[in-house]
C-alpha cells in the first residue's frame, strides 16, 4: 500500500534548525511532486512549499521563502524539508503529501491537489 511517513519533528528554540524527512513506500519510478504543508492549532492549512520529481523544481510560501529549503532524494524516494531561522509561528504539524499530477508547481499550493498524505509531525519553536 502506498504511503507517506513523515519524521524528524521535535521542540527547537527561536533561530534554531530542524530538517524533516518524508519517506514513501509503495510508489514505484515516482516522479510526482511532493509539498510540504502545516497546519497550527485554530488556523487554516497552509502549503509552505513544493519540489517537482525530476527537475525539482521548487516553490515556498512567502512565510517561509529564504528560510526552508526543499529537497529530494529519489533514489531513496525520500523529501526533506530544512527549516532555519525558526520562528514561534513556524509551530504547527508538518506534513508531507503528493500532489495527483506530474509536472512543477509554480504557485500558492492547493491541497484539494495532493492525493496521498502522511500523518504529518509536531514542530514547536519556542520564544
Known amino acids: 500500500q502506498a504511503q507517506l511517513a513523515e519524521s524528524g519533528g521535535g521542540l527547537v528554540q527561536t533561530g534554531g534548525s530542524l530538517t524533516l524527512s518524508c519517506a514513501a513506500s509503495?510508489?514505484?519510478?515516482?516522479?510526482?511532486?511532493r509539498a510540504w504543508f502545516r497546519q497550527a492549532p485554530g488556523k487554516e492549512r497552509e502549503g509552505v512549499g513544493c519540489?517537482?520529481?525530476?527537475?525539482?523544481?521548487?516553490y515556498y510560501s512567502d512565510s517561509v521563502k529564504g528560510r526552508f529549503t526543499i529537497s529530494r532524494d529519489n533514489a531513496k524516494n525520500t523529501v526533506y524539508l530544512h527549516m532555519n531561522n525558526l520562528k514561534p509561528e513556524d509551530t504547527a504539524v508538518y506534513s508531507c503529501?503528493?500532489?495527483?499530477?506530474?509536472?512543477?508547481?509554480?504557485?500558492?499550493?492547493?491541497?484539494?491537489?495532493?492525493?496521498?498524505w502522511g500523518q504529518g509531525t509536531q514542530v514547536t519553536v519556542s520564544s
Open positions: 503529501a503528493r500532489r495527483k499530477y506530474v509536472g512543477e508547481v509554480l504557485r500558492p499550493l492547493r491541497d484539494d491537489e495532493y492525493n496521498y
Open positions: 509503495g510508489f514505484t519510478l515516482d516522479y510526482y511532486p
Open positions: 519540489i517537482s520529481g525530476r527537475a525539482g523544481t521548487t
